[in-house]
């Protein structure tokens, strides 16, 4: 540690520090109004699609998780896991993390989560999720607030998970489709959830998938130039994916009301 000796030292040193710790409060005081401002954001979401959920026929959704890489290098997992940031590495953003799904292979970024409702393709959520976090835990606490408003959803395989489906049917009434994973058909339970996942109509209904959330998450990423995150830091991309949601459910109820395609 330096030791400084002279009042003008002293005096300099305090007022570093000062100027440090002011520093780092306004950062941690931007964030607080970042947090507070998604929250609000995210809020105005859930009242729009709970609207488009009170339309006849708005009883199946489609979600997904998107991601996005992160803004300034990739911190390679084994460093990142051990908080090791190498010399000369700037710019990082320590708050993403790793991910990977087969279309896109592994992702150091942001996620955000995606809920689409089928009939109209109106977006119902484009919210941040950390991108390591598991869909099916994320999607429970998005389909809380609309139990009775929706029976269905669409997810892909790696939210295939036997308790969770049997869970939400008997509390919620709400049925979860997803692909199966192979090899896994070994106890009773599984072996009816199968069953009923591969039944010919949830097999049709689950095909909607790809023309509701799918393509909607590729326009986005086209109209907000998405293929890497704007900004660093889950506080401000949590924000700016709250506030991208509100943008497009705004010109999708346009659009509903006129009578024109969403």
Not at 184 to 192: A, G, H
Not at 239 to 250: E, L, S
């Given at each position: 540690?330096?030791?400084?000796?002279?009042?003008?030292?002293?005096?300099?040193?305090?007022?570093?520090?000062?100027?440090?710790?002011?520093?780092?409060?306004?950062?941690?005081?931007?964030?607080?109004?970042?947090?507070?401002?998604?929250?609000?954001?995210?809020?105005?979401?859930?009242?729009?699609?709970?609207?488009?959920?009170?339309?006849?026929?708005?009883?199946?959704?489609?979600?997904?998780?998107?991601?996005?890489?992160?803004?300034?290098?990739?911190?390679?997992?084994?460093?990142?896991?051990?908080?090791?940031?190498?010399?000369?590495?700037?710019?990082?953003?320590?708050?993403?993390?790793?991910?990977?799904?087969?279309?896109?292979?592994?992702?150091?970024?942001?996620?955000?989560?995606w809920r689409?409702?089928?009939?109209?393709?109106?977006?119902?959520?484009?919210?941040?999720?950390?991108?390591?976090?598991?869909?099916?835990?994320?999607?429970?606490?998005?389909?809380?607030?609309?139990?009775?408003?929706?029976?269905?959803?669409?997810?892909?395989?790696?939210?295939?998970?036997?308790?969770?489906?049997?869970?939400?049917?008997?509390?919620?009434?709400?049925?979860?489709?997803?692909?199966?994973?192979k090899g896994?058909?070994?106890?009773?339970?599984?072996?009816?959830l199968i069953?009923?996942?591969?039944?010919?109509?949830?097999?049709?209904?689950?095909?909607?998938?790809?023309?509701?959330?799918?393509?909607?998450?590729?326009?986005?990423?086209?109209?907000?130039?998405?293929?890497?995150?704007?900004?660093?830091?889950?506080?401000?991309?949590?924000?700016?994916?709250?506030?991208?949601?509100?943008?497009?459910?705004?010109?999708?109820?346009?659009?509903?009301?006129?009578?024109?395609?969403?």
């Open positions: 540690m330096w030791a400084f000796t002279g009042s003008a030292r002293d005096s300099g040193k305090s007022s570093g520090g000062r100027r440090s710790k002011h520093l780092r409060s306004q950062k941690v005081g931007d964030e607080r109004v970042y947090k507070k401002s998604a929250f609000s954001l995210e809020q105005v979401q859930d009242i729009l699609i709970k609207f488009f959920h009170r339309t006849p026929g708005e009883e199946v959704v489609s979600a997904d998780k998107m991601m996005l890489h992160a803004r300034g290098p990739v911190w390679h997992r084994q460093q990142q896991q051990h908080g090791i940031i190498p010399a000369g590495l700037h710019g990082l953003d320590t708050d993403a993390t790793w991910s990977d799904r087969k279309s896109d292979g592994w992702v150091y970024g942001h996620g955000t989560f689409v409702a089928c009939k109209h393709g109106l977006v119902g959520t484009c919210k941040w999720r950390r991108n390591s976090g598991y869909e099916a835990k994320r999607l429970g606490l998005e389909t809380g607030q609309l139990t009775g408003l929706m029976t269905t959803v669409l997810m892909d395989r790696k939210a295939d998970d036997q308790a969770w489906f049997f869970e939400r049917q008997r509390q919620r009434h709400i049925r979860l489709l997803t692909p199966t994973r896994q058909d070994k106890s009773p339970k599984r072996t009816r069953k009923v996942l591969q039944k010919h109509k949830n097999t049709r209904r689950y095909q909607q998938r790809s023309y509701t959330v799918e393509p909607m998450q590729g326009l986005v990423k086209d109209i907000f130039e998405l293929e890497m995150c704007w900004m660093r830091g889950h506080a401000n991309n949590r924000w700016r994916f709250a506030a991208m949601g509100v943008v497009v459910q705004m010109h999708q109820y346009r659009a509903w009301t006129e009578g024109r395609s969403t």
